[in-house]
Every structure is written in structure tokens, then in C-alpha cells.
């Protein structure tokens, strides 16, 4: 199938996850994505946490798929020489290594201009240039204390108050979307000045785009000394004397009030819950739902500033009549009260639902020494183009027949092999 991103050719400097999540999707949707590896070892997710002996890991796999993979060993002349080559060639080359390493390679900005004018060159780094840390290396949970998400994620208080990472890659997979859209606008910029740009994108600034509502809230608190919609308000209002945002526990951070409530079995099953929203339109079919008809009407509950000195009593309420359902029977029951809420899935759950695998969402891909895995496919959907997803390569599956394609005889690929070059 054509594809709109078919004929862009993207060198693939990337590693770890935060780079190589960007030139993955930019693969799924059509691009020609090299990934360029140090010979013999690759890309370090390949042995990290290996679950078959001497197989790439699913860590490598799952954040790979559809890519060609070259390996070229960029520190000798031979290799240097070939990346020139194909930075003349190629659209886009996107690179994550630690801060100042593309320019000790001799690959500056400046350099690669000269070799291609019209190269778009997208950088993750942990802090973006200029920044007072900007030498730091940086990981995802570095990134997400340096972000504001850990400061304002977790318990307030009891044994566990302490900054909470999140599970989800908020500074590595996030940071790499965050680039994707870089890359695509700055191909658009060039189709209209013909020339390519350097595109950066740091983790830090992905996370704080995302922590856009406690940055609001921390402004709000400075301003009014509260936050009304927080767990603290207003039996705990010491929490807010710092005017520093606190942490939140389950809340909802858009303004409505919400919890992760106890389902039938949550003594012994730790994902036996959903989370309800007491969303302002909703109080009405939530009164009805749950067998509170009464509290539409009464005064003290009619309104949401009425009902948050109560939140804690409501969330007792809807435990009570949830104490005899699954998660799953209490959704069925509140989606016909159009209520927003969602079980707790677990990873197995998602594995295994049948709708994302019709989506393509998690799909089973084969790999030439793994056999098939699951992985996750493309998030987004469009009505003209399904993405295929493919396996990932072997560690220079494709490294001769990229070389052939930049015009290099076998004989000067196999003296490449001698040398370690490739
Ligand atoms: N041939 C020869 N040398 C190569 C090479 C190749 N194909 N590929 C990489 N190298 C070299 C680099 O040139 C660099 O050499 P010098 O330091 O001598 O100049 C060296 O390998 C190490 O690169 P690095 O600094 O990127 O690697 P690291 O393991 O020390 O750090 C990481 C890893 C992720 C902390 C760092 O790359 C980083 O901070 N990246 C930016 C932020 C980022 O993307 N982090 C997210 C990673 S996902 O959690």
C-alpha cells in the first residue's frame, strides 16, 4: 500500500527508546527508516533484559518494527565517510545520543548543512541548549522529576508521600511523538523554502508540556491559597499553606472530582477497581445510577461546590453499591448512564482485549528469531491507510544492501566487514 510518508528517507541515529518510538512511527506511515548501530553490539536495548538467551530483546523488538537496520562504526574514517554519504542522500537523520557526542563524531550542525542544505537534523536531548543542565544525560525517570510530573504525582500523605514516577513514558516514548511532529512540520517548512532545519525537542520540555494543568493549578493557589477540587479541600488546608501544588492521589486533574473506587474482589484481586468521575453534567444519572435519587434535589449536593466537603462520603456511597460487581458489570451498568469511567486494566487484560487487537492497537508481529510477540501498533488511525507492522532487524540484516544502494562494490562492502567497519 502507498503510504504518505513513502520516499522519506530517514537515517536512524537513535537509541534507547526516546528517539527510536519517533523513527518508528515515522517507519510505520512510510518512511525508509536506516537504523545505524555500533558494530557487534547495537542498539543496548537488544540484550537489555532478554527474556530467550541470544534472541533481541522485546525491548529492542517492540520499539523497532519496520526499520532496516546498517552497521557502521561512525568514530573510524571509512565509517564517517559512509554516513556522509548518506546524509547527502537522505531527508531527515534524528539522533539521541548524550549531550556534545554527533559533534565530537564530527557531525556539527554546521557539517551537515554543508553536506545537505536541505537535511532536517531532530535532536532529543534531556535539557534543550541553554538550559542551566544541559550536559546532563538524562533517562525517563530523570526526566519526569526534571518535568514536574513526579512532584505532582503520588500520595500526600501516610508512608508513601514521597514524588511518584509514572509508569508510562512520559519522558522517553512522549518526547520521541513531541519530535515526530517536529520532523513533519519541518518537511512541510521545506516544501515551502526548500530548505531543511535543525528540529530539538528536550524531555524535560515534553513533560512539562504535558504537566500543563498543574502548572495552571500552581498559579491558581498562588493566586486564591487553595485549590477547591483537590483531596486537601477543605478538610486539609495545611497542605496548601506552601502554596506549592501538592500531590493528589487518584483525582482527576481537570477540574472534576474523581477517585479509583473498590469493585467486587478487591480483598484479593489489586486491579479490582475503576475509576468514576463525578463529572458535573453527570451528577444527576450518577444519583440515579447508584440509588441515590434523593441527592438530585437536595441542596447539599446539587452543586459541585456543595458536594466536595461530602466528596469523601460520595465515593463511600458508590463503593458500597459497586461492593457487589465486577469492574467490568459496573461499567455495563454505568455506560448506560452515559457516566465516564473505566475498569482498571492490567497489562494482561490489555493483551488479550479483543477491540484493541481488532484496532491494531496491540498486534502480533512475526520476528525471524523470536518467533511471533505482541507489540503495540500505531495509536493513530486514519480512514486511507491501515500500517502494516513489521518485525524489527537483526542487527545489520541490511547493512550490505544499503551500502549496495549507496554505490559500494562487494568488494568494498566485504573489505568494510574485514575491517569492522560495518
Ligand atoms: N559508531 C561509533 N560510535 C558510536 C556509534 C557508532 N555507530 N553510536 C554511538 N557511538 C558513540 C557516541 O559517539 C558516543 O561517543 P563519545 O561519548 O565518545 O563521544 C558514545 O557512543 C556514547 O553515546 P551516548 O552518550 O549517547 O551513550 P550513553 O550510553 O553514555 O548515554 C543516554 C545514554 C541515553 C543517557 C544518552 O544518550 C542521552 O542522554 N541521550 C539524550 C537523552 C535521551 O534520549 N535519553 C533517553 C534515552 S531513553 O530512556
Redesign the pocket.
Known sequence: MNKPLNGIKIID????????ACTQMLAWFGADVIK????GSGD?TRTQLQDIPNVDALYFTMLNSNKRSL??????PQ?KEVLEKLIRESDVMVE???????D??GFTWARIQELNPKMILA????FSDGHHYED?????NV?QCAGGAASTTGWWKGDNAVPTISAA?L??TN?GMHLAIGILTAIIGRQQTGKGQKVAVS?QDSVINLCRVKLRDQQRLERQGFLEEYPQYPHEMEYFKDKVVPRGGNAGGGGQPGWILKCKGWQTDPNAYIYFTVQGHAWGPICDAIGKPEWKTDPAYTTPKARQPHIDEIFATIEDWLKDKTKFEAVDVLRKFDIPCSPVLTMKEILADESLRASGTITEVKHKTRGSYLTVGSPIKFSDMKPEITGSPLLGEHSDEVLAELGYSAAQIKEMHAKEVI
Open positions: 541515529f537513535t537509541h534507547v527508546q526516546a528517539g527510536p545505524v548501530e555500533r558494530p543496548v552497521t557502521l562504526d561512525t568514530k573510524k565509517g539521541n545520543f548524550g549531550p556534545g557526542a554527533l565530537r563524531m535532536s532529543v536531548k534531556g546532563l544525560k538524562v533517562y525517563e526526566a513514558a519522558g522517553d518526547t524531555m
